[in-house]
């Protein structure tokens, strides 16, 4: 059974034999770069100061070679288009640093103003002649997105102001994903992950548009959350623009690659935080659920792809919906947050979702345990998830800077022991 064999008896809730993974396959499955510079390192796949391709700029992860990805087991790989959270074009690499120093190569307009407090200023599409759109602190590995919120001036507001990021995808662009597909169907035996929508309705790193030189509309990420109660008209209206366009989009692509892609990531949208929901059922029926349905139904009627939901946090009380919404696979499975108990998960909804994550845990665990707890939570895990399928593994969500080498060895080494 090869690696896109998997998958797919994973995603049909049956036994793979080896235990399906991944890594990089998405921007919530992903390693930091650093991480990344020190595993290729440790297994010897590059000389010392060999830099590594930053592919995700906004939360700094880096590009998961095939080498590494054979080394580790990985059995999924992306198809994305080039742009970025910034605006700009993976193209063009240039050599950078880390502020810890780590060499890496970032694209060639990842243009930044470094401050007097040691701070880092990016800029949408590289462009410096506009203000900044995200900062990364002195001693900070990722960028948090900088609020450029105009006056809000209500009877001038305008829903296309919040569509201003989302776009119908191009000759050019449609060009390119086909020919990543077709060489990665053709090429090698990966599962493929299809990053290509625009269908996370309300996702909270696109609100303040770190992409965008001068972001109009509702922008700031507090007055966002309010205007889900407060404007739902106005919210409702921009998820409907957006709707339009990631339907056309979808429509474009299945056209142009068909079922080369197994799965989808059809919404990023976080509705949880560590105690619970931050946003009531009734709120995420009436706003959020229509239009996940409307996405996941014409999917499914179709194309072959699988439907992909991220959501961080506590959404136990939301599972339910987001089955009933059309979504095959939650990720990343947050049981470190209050109510995500793995066996009451497993035992409640393994039937109906496939559990995408959920590995190990990456806020106390793998950064700051021993590499011994690190090998017994992954197997304690697994064997709770993998039981009769239904389950890719992946840590829950990124693996963040500064873990441990020891503590990444660990895990590579536990994953190893499944496969």
């Known amino acids: 059974m090869n690696s896109r064999e998997r998958i797919k008896c994973a995603l049909s809730h049956k036994q793979a034999g080896k235990l399906p993974v991944d890594f990089g396959s998405s921007p919530t499955t992903g390693i930091h770069i650093s991480n990344v510079y020190r595993l290729r390192q440790y297994y010897g796949l590059d000389e010392p100061g060999t830099p590594v391709k930053v592919v995700e700029p906004y939360q700094m992860l880096g590009e998961i070679s095939d080498d590494l990805k054979d080394i580790i087991g990985v059995d999924v790989t992306v198809l994305e288009g080039k742009g970025t959270f910034f605006g700009y074009n993976k193209e063009n690499w240039k050599e950078w640093k880390l502020n810890d120093g780590t060499p890496v190569l970032v694209p060639g307009l990842f243009n930044t103003q470094k401050n007097k407090d040691g701070s880092m200023y990016q800029y949408a599409k590289g462009d410096k002649n506009f203000p900044p759109s995200a900062k990364m602190p002195s001693k900070g590995f990722f960028f948090d997105s900088i609020i450029r919120q105009k006056e809000i001036v209500e009877e001038e507001l305008n829903p296309e102001d919040n569509l201003e990021e989302y776009s119908l995808i191009s000759k050019k662009d449609l060009n390119y994903l086909k020919k990543q597909a077709e060489n990665v169907y053709n090429n090698t035996e990966y599962a493929v992950m299809g990053v290509i929508g625009s269908s996370g309705f309300g996702d909270i790193a696109f609100v303040p548009g770190p992409m965008l030189k001068n972001p109009k509309g509702i922008r700031d990420v507090e007055e966002w959350y309010v205007s889900t109660c407060t404007r739902k008209d106005y919210v409702k209206k921009v998820f409907g623009g957006q709707f339009e366009i990631a339907i056309e989009n979808y429509k474009r ?91 009451k998960l497993k035992k409640e909804y393994g039937r109906d979702i496939v559990f995408w994550g959920g590995g190990v845990d990456t806020q106390k665990t793998l950064p700051i345990g021993t590499p011994k707890q690190v090998k017994e939570e992954v197997k304690k895990l697994v064997d709770i998830f993998n039981s009769d399928g239904g389950y890719v593994f992946n840590t829950v969500h990124n693996v963040q800077a500064n873990v441990p080498i020891e503590n990444l060895v660990a895990l590579v080494e536990a994953i190893q022991e499944y496969r």
């Open 253 to 343: 692509i299945f056209k142009a690659i068909g079922n080369i892609i197994d799965m989808v990531y059809v919404s990023g949208t976080d509705f949880g935080m560590q105690q619970g929901l931050f946003i009531s059922l009734d709120a995420y029926r009436e706003l959020f659920k229509p239009f996940h349905k409307k996405v996941n139904r014409w999917i499914h009627e179709n194309t072959g792809w699988k439907c992909f939901v991220h959501t961080c946090g506590s959404v136990y009380e939301l599972i339910p919906d987001l089955i009933d919404a059309g979504f095959d696979i939650l990720n990343p499975v947050q049981i470190s947050a209050k109510y995500m108990d793995p066996v």
